[in-house]
């Protein structure tokens, strides 16, 4: 938050400052100014602060000639030691008016009513709000893929995918029926396009489907063996140990 200080009276401005520091040390006092001329030289010349503390009775007038001579439309606190302009200053983005000398709750109270205004009227971060809303939508997962049967290309329904195999740099999937396809993907962008609740990556040559696994039996080493329904035929894998508790998790959701 930047605040600039406008007073006339060079302790309380100083006052002001300490103040400032002790509600929050993050606050950057922007300059500390005494008069009306200055003022609006300042304010034509700079990127104007979140907030003004102004004083009202000025040593060259009162400071509502500031907003007659410069487009102000920032919050303001004004601080007076009279109570006969309170009317006239909430023509003005007034957050509040503090009689002097300034006590500390009094300043704390205005700034808390500052933040909490301007919290509830603050531009909204889109970018930011775009992203967590997109953390909660529903991941989008592949619902075919296109498949090479010599010089034909086919559709192949994820649902019927029973597993895919790597074969050096060859990756084929199997369907239901028996039958085999090389597929352009690798296994890792494989993982990263299948719905992991179906499927599974055994080891680094096989990711399986949840549907087509036949059997599951214990195997040496804490292992496991797995049958998998290949059409008419059964085609046994098996999971490595450092995999064997992943596989529990996934197998029992």
């Not at 602060?49 to 000025?58: E, F, G, N």
């Not at 993982?191 to 040496?220: G, H, W």
Request: net charge neutral; with cysteine.
């Amino acid at each position: 938050m930047k605040v600039l200080i406008i007073e006339d009276e060079r302790v309380a401005a100083e006052r002001l400052q300490m103040m400032l520091n002790e509600y929050d040390c993050s606050v950057e006092i922007s300059g500390c100014i005494d008069s009306i001329e200055d003022t609006c030289n300042w304010l034509q010349k700079n990127n104007h602060p979140d907030l003004m503390l102004l004083d009202i009775h000025l040593a060259d007038g009162f400071c509502f000639e500031i907003f007659k001579k410069v487009k102000y439309s920032n919050p303001v606190i004004f601080t007076t030691a009279y109570n006969d302009y309170a009317i006239e200053s909430f023509k003005y983005f007034s957050i509040d008016y503090l009689l002097k000398p300034v006590t500390y709750d009094a300043l704390k109270s205005a700034l808390d009513k500052y933040k909490m205004i301007t919290s509830r009227f603050a531009t909204p971060d889109y970018e930011t709000m775009f992203e967590v809303l997109k953390s909660y939508a529903p991941k989008q997962y592949k619902e075919r893929f296109l498949a090479r049967i010599g010089q034909r290309l086919v559709f192949i329904k994820t649902s019927e995918i029973t597993y895919f195999k790597a074969d050096d740099k060859i990756v084929c999937l199997a369907d239901n029926q028996g039958n085999k396809f090389p597929v352009d993907y690798t296994m890792d962008k494989l993982e990263q396009v299948l719905n992991p609740k179906i499927f599974f990556r055994l080891n680094r040559k096989v990711i399986v489907s949840i549907d087509c696994i036949a059997q599951i039996k214990p195997y040496t080493n804490s292992r496991l063996l797995l049958y998998l329904k290949d059409g008419i035929k059964t085609e046994e894998v098996i999971i490595a140990r450092e995999r064997v508790t992943e596989f529990r998790k996934w197998a029992d959701q």
